[in-house]
């Protein structure tokens, strides 16, 4: 598959191919969402299976009640050591690593450990809670609450900056906003989530300043060739999704307003029905209603369920300049390396362990994490 193998620029990163890989949270963090050796040895080994740039898991730019226990985080000096080892790691196999930032919004709850320990409540656009899902690890399972409405969204651009200052003091090669996943980028696009009535809400161009502000705060830090951003038009998870038309308006002036930023990359998330458990999203071809909006210097990166092949041929069509893999990276650490030696994938992700078993045991962590087998050459 030469076109998926081949180098391509990613701003001032020549990266060696077209095989990305996407953020993935893993719950691996512990203890107090900080990096350890077992992250050390998940991206050292992808990094060696031929990747050509990874993007971590999601990082937390301020302590907030997640779904996802011991998610990493970058808002603390201590983590901002962790991470130090872990890029030296991929770096010395030849790969990238960018820092994707992230907060929750009101995708978080209020009882979760760490976001009491925070001392904050849980934040969104408007006080209007997510419906559907579940906090599994707390007593009742209850499902979400209703978010307080921040008051001056300013103070949460400033929270993702610092994560960009600090993800510059670790060594990253870049950062990547998660703008996906019902999270709080995505929270503020979307009109079911975000009812203000002030320069933050209402209109297509209101609703799409938020995470355009982001963007700029981070290009202040970073510059933009090595900014990017993940977006997810087609919704469904954490309770996103508006009528086609809306969502088609909203993502169409969002796109053309980041593309003129010169941004490292924009990554379009395909519509899955994965990831839209409950049916609330919306279902269309997000990468031909939004890729051709997408142009040079900023490259146009795909995910969500492409198999290589497919990849290939999108990258070969022109269709994207490069493909993010997220569950093939999980059970094949060494997927470039197989692609290349045309061996089979290993599809037999470990689910019951995918996520971690949050006890803090590193033989027990390890399981469905980092003892995935590479194939020999």
Known sequence: MPSLLSPIQVGPLHVRNRVFMAALTRNRSFPSSTPNKLNVEHFRQRAAGGVGLIVTDGLLVSPQGTEWPNAPGIWSEEQVNAWKPVIEAVHAEGSFLLAQLWH??????PDMPIQKRSGTPVYGPSAIAAKGGKFRLLPGVPEYVAPTAI?????????????????????????????ANGYLVQQFLDSTSNARTDEWGGSVENRCRFPLEVLRALIEVWGADRVAIKINPGGGYNDMGMPLQETLD???????EANKLGLA?????????????????????????????????????GNAGYTPEEAAEAVES????????????????????????????????????????????????????????????
């Open 104 to 109: 929750a919004g009101r995708a978080a709850h």
């Open 151 to 179: 008051d001056d969204p300013m103070k949460l651009v400033s929270l993702f900056k610092n994560g960009a200052i600090n993800a510059k003091k670790a060594g990253f090669d870049g950062v990547e906003v998660h703008g």
């Open 250 to 256: 909203t993502y169409s002036h969002f796109v053309r």
């Open 265 to 301: 990359y924009i990554n379009l998330v395909r519509y899955n029905i994965a990831y839209d458990p409950t049916g609330r999203g919306t279902e269309h071809d997000v990468i031909a209603s939004y890729g051709p909006l997408v142009t040079a210097p900023t490259l146009l990166v």
């Open 318 to 377: 022109g269709k994207m300049d490069a493909v993010s893999f997220g569950c093939l990276w999980v059970s094949n650490p060494d997927l470039v390396k197989r692609v290349e030696q045309e061996k089979d994938l290993n599809t037999q992700i470990d689910y019951k362990r995918l996520y971690g078993s949050n006890s803090g045991e590193e033989a027990e962590e390890r399981k469905g994490y980092n003892d995935y087998p590479a194939v020999a050459a």
